[in-house]
């Protein structure tokens, strides 16, 4: 494994609610709504999501993912077993 040139996830203003259909970001909180409901998510999923929301304009790339959020290039079946649980 070795560094990834990508910076790593930085922490959006605390102020920020991000809002799309029946989802709701609270950064400040480091929450997850759907319909209003907590989800409850760990550390890495929340950084995946902060990184998503804040490039909602851009492509990410699986190694950008990865080097914003863990660093480093990881093995890929942890971003994917993270990314599969965010979505169900």
Do not use: C
């Amino acid at each position: 494994m070795g560094k990834a040139n990508a910076a790593r996830v930085s922490a959006p203003n605390p102020e920020w609610v991000y809002m799309s259909q029946q989802w709701k970001v609270e950064f400040g909180q480091r929450e997850l709504r759907a319909h209003g409901i907590l989800v409850p998510i760990g550390n890495r999923a929340f950084q995946i999501i902060s990184v998503l929301v804040q490039s909602a304009d851009k492509l990410v790339s699986k190694d950008g993912l990865m080097g914003r959020v863990w660093g480093v290039i990881v093995e890929e079946n942890t971003t994917a077993s993270l990314v599969f649980a965010l979505q169900h």
